[in-house]
């Protein structure tokens, strides 16, 4: 049996109204006046917009529009934000040509992607989204609920995205286009662009900051027996400043999830069709080591043109101490903790069959793994020091992709209670 969900805390749109903030404070106080416990409440209520904002993981709910906000210490989803309020508007909106391009994209997807990534703005007001099969990037002040710009995505699919470290910056797989779109998030139009492999994917910045990987999968529509025609699986590493490529790797089989050590030499990746991941030396360029994980029953017996986009394990995150590694083992349905350097694994996590564990990402504190069960509308979490499941976490619909970041007091008024 999974750990009991968290208990959801009841929590009022605003803080306390003027009103009853003034009554509670004239109670304790015994005896201010009202004007004056009305201005203390007021003082109170400006304190606490105005504090730091908080810890919160975020997770995109890929087929339902939404994101959930969880609170990586207690577990408890905080609420949700609906990223899609347009939709029908999008929709409506699309010549003949993009809506070929949106219901292809579905139709090899098997399901419409309206999240497909997302990153809070390093003080905690503006989400920015990259919305999967709408091809386009947006960016909300979740307070006011307003989006503040739109930016079209060239092609018909943005994929996974990345927020420099500074905020100014929002990187955008244009999957159909091959090349990563750079967007300005302070007026949300291109900045630049860079090319990339067959099927831009993920994009990750290197822990110092300094480079950004962009990875490619290949065309996943095609059956592996026709690999060597799926196009250019790269992993093209650029400059974080200028975005001017540095080196280009080049693989058999797509790179999905990755990891990357701080001294920028080691890389951890699940290929596609790989049941497990490879060790990677970017300075020599070759895989050091393959790691294969063992199939479930059910895994076992399928085909590799079964696997979903070509995936075995997607999913993958590393603690902040780089001793240990979080493996979603999508097909096979747990989640491994691997420990480094000696790549032994320390423990599995089994899931119900079919529940998809199809992300995985780190805590903030770095001592708990966050896996993404698509198919359950659930978020496991995972101790990386015992290798075991601490708490169980509902979701909106299809949950996949989850990102650290923060939350201002305003912005968690402002969440919808849903849990997404």
Known sequence: MPPATPRRRPRPRRLLSLSAAAMTVLALTGGATAAGAAEQADAAGQSAR????????????????T?????????????????????????????????????????????RKLVDDMAMSPDGRTLYVSRGVLSDAVAFDIASGTMLWRYETEGFKADHAALSEDGSKFIVSATTADKAEVINTATGKLHTEFATGTYPHANDYSPDGSILY?????????????????????????????????????????????????????????????????????????????????FSDKAAKMRADDYPQNSAHHGMAMNTAESKLCMAGTIDDYVAIVSRPGLETDGYV??????????????????????????????????YATAKEVARIPTGHFPQRERPGKLTAEALEALDPSDG
């Open 50 to 65: 105005s504090a730091a904002p908080r810890d919160v993981m975020l997770v995109g709910n890929g087929q339902g529009g």
């Open 67 to 111: 994101v959930s906000f969880i609170d990586p210490r207690t577990f408890e989803n905080l609420g949700s934000f609906n990223t899609v309020p347009d939709l029908d508007q999008r929709i409506r909106e699309m010549d003949p040509i993009e809506r070929i391009g949106y219901e292809t994209v579905n139709s090899i997807q098997g399901y």
């Open 214 to 294: 962009n990875s490619s999968i290949g065309i996943t529509s095609m059956p592996k027996g026709l690999n060597g025609l799926k196009g250019k699986r790269q992993v093209v590493a650029v400059d974080a400043d200028t975005f001017k490529p540095l080196r280009t790797y080049d693989f058999e089989y797509g790179i999905r999830p990755a990891v990357f050590t701080a001294d920028n030499k080691t890389m951890y990746a699940q290929l596609s069709y790989l049941n497990g991941f490879v060790e990677y030396d970017l300075d020599r360029g070759e895989i050091k080591r393959t790691v294969e994980m063992p």
């Open 350 to 383: 089994h899931y119900d069959t079919d529940a998809l564990p199809y992300w995985t990402a780190t805590s903030p504190d770095g001592k708990h793994c966050f896996v993404s069960l698509s198919n359950k509308n659930e978020v496991s979490v995972v101790d």
